[in-house]
């Protein structure tokens, strides 16, 4: 293997140019909410001449032009019975503009493609240096998969799913060849942010992408323009590095994340979970046939089953939207006939392919994700 790229690699259209302790354990959601007070340092940039509109705005201009390469290998169809036609359901694909977005820094990067570039170094036997008219003259490949943060709560809506465009990450890491004894992967942001990966992640057959397009367009900026990484399996802080410039193959225990440092889980494997996306909590509803559904995700297991429960009733299998691979979330429905006026509960739980359970136990997200089955409350009259 060699860190060479096929000649005549397409061009990059010309964009804008901008370069932009140890602590106690920290609520991720607490710690993303108070950057949202931190408009001392928002003042500071527009003291120096740039505010945080003018940085999003330069961000967005930067991004505009790009122009995607054709997939050489497409992500197989959807088929139209992965939706199962319940009104209120999330999509099964999550557009862009509605997917949801942590990040710690106030405004996205202003990263011209002409001038990034991927470095893989660190326990290799060989440096690599990708530029993005090399990374666009690879064979880039399509992926349908589902992304979750491990802030969210149960029942939450920090998860969504995309078409990824990008090429796999294991091909990369085979150029630099790991050397015996490296067990993970520090990516590095262009923000400065850093995130460990199991190196095993990023070289055995899952979808592990460093991605360059989303449901067929370029990347926006707040979804790591020009380039991110998209590991499926794995919670966004460990897996999904946005503006990513740097990939460090070590060891655990000699390099920490940005989040491991604050406490959290440095490997973070997603739990089987689920959500009721309809009845809304509180919702009033007509006496008679109460339908319900939501969506169950288990990424790079799958979800078997999907079981639900009107009141302390009866566990009940749903009916399940059809499964478009191990790494995506799945549409679930179930009806429950007969009910009467009154205040009701449903409540979900999802099994995986492997035969693990969600468990019931209530637990909060540190050091990996929130825990316990949904349940919602409504009244039909």
Same mark, same amino acid.
């Given at each position: 293997?060699?860190?060479?790229?096929?000649?005549?690699?397409?061009?990059?259209?010309?964009? &804008?140019?901008?370069?932009?302790?140890?602590?106690?354990?920290? @609520?991720?959601?607490?710690?993303?909410? =108070?950057? %949202? #007070? *931190? /408009?001392?340092?928002?003042?500071?940039?527009?003291?120096?001449?740039?505010?945080?509109?003018?940085?999003?705005?330069?961000?967005?201009?930067?991004?505009?032009?790009?122009?995607?390469?054709?997939?050489?290998?497409?992500?197989?169809?959807?088929?139209?019975?992965?939706?199962?036609?319940?009104?209120?359901?999330?999509?099964?694909?999550?557009?862009?503009?509605?997917?949801?977005?942590?990040?710690?820094?106030?405004?996205?990067?202003?990263?011209?493609?002409?001038?990034?570039?991927?470095?893989?170094?660190?326990?290799?036997?060989?440096?690599?240096?990708?530029?993005?008219?090399?990374?666009?003259?690879?064979? &880039?490949?399509?992926?349908?998969?589902?992304?979750?943060?491990? @802030?969210?709560?149960?029942?939450?809506? =920090?998860? %969504? #799913? *995309? /078409?990824?465009?990008?090429?796999?990450?294991?091909?990369?890491?085979?150029?630099?060849?790991?050397?015996?004894?490296?067990?993970?992967?520090?990516?590095?942001?262009?923000?400065?942010?850093?995130?460990?990966?199991?190196?095993?992640?990023?070289?055995?057959?899952?979808?592990?992408?460093?991605?360059?397009?989303?449901?067929?367009?370029?990347?926006?900026?707040?979804?790591?323009?020009?380039?991110?990484?998209?590991?499926?399996?794995?919670?966004?802080?460990?897996?999904?590095?946005?503006?990513?410039?740097?990939?460090?193959?070590?060891?655990?225990?000699?390099?920490?994340?940005?989040?491991?440092?604050?406490?959290?889980?440095?490997?973070?494997?997603?739990?089987?979970?689920?959500?009721?996306?309809?009845?809304?909590? =509180?919702?009033?509803? *007509?006496?008679?046939?109460?339908?319900?559904?939501?969506?169950?995700?288990?990424?790079?297991?799958?979800?078997?089953?999907?079981?639900?429960?009107?009141?302390?009733?009866?566990?009940?299998?749903?009916?399940?939207?059809?499964?478009?691979?191990?790494?995506?979330?799945?549409?679930?429905?179930?009806?429950?006939?007969?009910?009467?006026?009154?205040?009701?509960?449903?409540?979900?739980?999802?099994?995986?392919?492997?035969?693990?359970?969600?468990?019931?136990?209530?637990?909060?997200?540190?050091?990996?994700?929130?825990?316990?089955?949904?349940?919602?409350?409504?009244?039909?009259?």
């Amino acid at each position: 293997t060699d860190d060479t790229a096929p000649s005549a690699p397409p061009p990059v259209t010309r964009l &804008l140019t901008r370069s932009p302790s140890r602590q106690r354990p920290t @609520s991720r959601r607490r710690f993303l909410a =108070l950057t %949202g #007070t *931190a /408009t001392v340092i928002g003042a500071i940039g527009v003291a120096a001449g740039q505010s945080l509109v003018t940085l999003t705005r330069e961000a967005g201009a930067a991004a505009a032009n790009f122009v995607l390469p054709r997939a050489a290998r497409r992500a197989r169809p959807i088929p139209p019975e992965a939706s199962l036609g319940v009104e209120g359901i999330e999509p099964f694909i999550t557009d862009q503009k509605d997917f949801y977005r942590i990040d710690t820094v106030l405004a996205p990067p202003t990263i011209d493609p002409r001038t990034w570039s991927l470095r893989i170094h660190g326990m290799v036997e060989n440096e690599v240096t990708l530029t993005m008219d090399e990374l666009l003259a690879l064979p &880039l490949e399509e992926q349908h998969t589902t992304l979750t943060c491990v @802030s969210n709560p149960v029942g939450g809506d =920090l998860v %969504g #799913t *995309a /078409t990824w465009l990008g090429y796999p990450v294991r091909e990369l890491l085979r150029r630099a060849r790991p050397q015996p004894g490296a067990d993970m992967v520090l990516s590095k942001s262009d923000d400065g942010f850093s995130a460990s990966t199991p190196l095993e992640a990023m070289l055995d057959d899952r979808d592990a992408l460093l991605a360059v397009g989303m449901n067929g367009q370029p990347l926006t900026p707040v979804h790591g323009f020009p380039a991110r990484l998209v590991v499926a399996g794995l919670y966004g802080f460990v897996s999904a590095t946005k503006w990513v410039t740097e990939l460090e193959v070590t060891r655990f225990d000699r390099a920490e994340a940005y989040w491991t440092q604050r406490g959290w889980d440095a490997k973070a494997p997603i739990l089987v979970a689920s959500r009721i996306d309809v009845p809304r909590p =509180l919702a009033r509803v *007509a006496a008679g046939t109460v339908v319900a559904g939501g969506s169950a995700w288990a990424q790079t297991r799958g979800i078997e089953r999907v079981e639900v429960r009107l009141d302390d009733g009866d566990w009940t299998r749903a009916e399940l939207g059809a499964d478009v691979s191990d790494d995506t979330w799945r549409q679930w429905r179930a009806e429950f006939p007969d009910v009467g006026a009154g205040t009701h509960a449903i409540t979900v739980r999802a099994v995986d392919g492997e035969g693990t359970v969600q468990t019931a136990e209530r637990r909060e997200s540190i050091p990996n994700s929130a825990t316990g089955h949904h349940r919602i409350q409504f009244t039909v009259e």
